[in-house]
């Protein structure tokens, strides 16, 4: 079995398939989807966007080619994009040095098959006295719209993990608040274009499953599906990814959690993500 690079692009014959078989994908049902939603785009005049094909083919697999469901989620992306700008969005991947440099962010190099990328977040040894929550959100928005770019993403997901092992009070401050998970939960469900396959959380204390139980109105049901809590039972989480696919400090067989190889990737693309951020809302001039 070949395993798919986590920045592997364009499609192989297995994603093609998957594709047709998961979201109804074929060249007819995906050429007409895509002038459909270039023309309702080019009627909003509030919105400069990209119009390339992988851009937009993020937001149609996402709805399943379903065009007025895609550009639903579409606005929403450019609106959270303006309304956020500064706080989680418009920086630049040099401005997350200081994120990333904590080594607590880690996209695995492979790709659960058929293509799912597996994406891991240590929140215990996030340094908050070097960055807050917020620049963590703004890191992980960057990476999303590298991940984004890649097709197996787009067709297969993504699998995030939630290691909240040596959470401190000042952790508990930013990242376990009723805030902050609404924001996430916004962000995941109604404005990101990302099919996510699951979000599994292991060494979570307690006062998760009390958010959890205090937000599962605002979940939409697919999602309640998607979430998983492991607790300190790595074995458990195994049973949904492989060891294969993670490194050792979860239990996995792909050495220590090292993500110098992502940051690599992620510093690169300086020029690729100052180019998308100079896309967005157009703000309507007044008349005087």
């Known amino acids: 079995m070949t395993l798919l690079p986590l920045w592997f692009k364009g499609l192989t014959p297995e994603l093609q398939k998957r594709a047709e078989t998961t979201l109804g994908e074929t060249s007819h049902v995906k050429a007409k989807a895509l002038v459909d939603f270039r023309r309702l785009i080019n009627e909003q005049p509030d919105i400069y966007s990209r119009l390339d094909e992988v851009f937009l083919l993020r937001f149609l697999r996402m709805k399943k080619f379903n065009v007025q469901k895609a550009f639903a989620v579409f606005r929403n992306y ?25 080594n ?26 070097k960055a807050t929550a917020q620049d963590m959100v703004a890191t992980v928005f960057l990476i999303g719209e590298m991940i984004l770019d890649t097709e197996a993403t787009q067709i297969c997901g993504g699998i995030i993990i939630i290691d909240a092992e040596g959470l ?45 139980r205090i937000m599962q109105p605002m979940l939409k049901k697919k999602m309640k599906e998607r979430l998983h809590f492991h607790g300190n039972d790595l074995s458990h989480l195994h049973r949904y ?38 896309y967005g809302i157009i703000e309507k001039k007044s008349h005087k």
Do not use: W
Not at 245 to 272: R, T, V
């Open 78 to 102: 450019y609106h959270f994009k303006e309304k956020m700008k500064g706080k989680f969005t418009g920086m630049n991947p040099s401005d997350m040095k200081k994120v990333i440099e904590m």
């Open 104 to 129: 607590n962010i880690l996209y695995m190099p492979y790709r659960v098959p058929p293509g799912s990328h597996v994406a891991i977040f240590r929140l215990g040894q996030f340094d908050v006295t």
């Open 168 to 212: 401190t009070l000042q952790h508990y401050r930013q990242f376990v608040t009723i805030q902050f998970v609404s924001l996430l939960i916004n962000l995941i469900q109604d404005c990101l274009p990302e099919r996510l396959r699951a979000i599994h959380f292991i060494h979570e204390p307690f006062a998760y499953h009390a958010i959890y």
């Open 241 to 278: 990814v492989p060891k294969d696919f993670l490194p050792e400090e979860l239990g996995g067989n792909l050495g220590p959690f090292n993500n110098k190889e992502m940051a690599e990737y992620f510093y690169n693309q300086e020029a690729f993500i100052k180019r998308i951020n100079k």
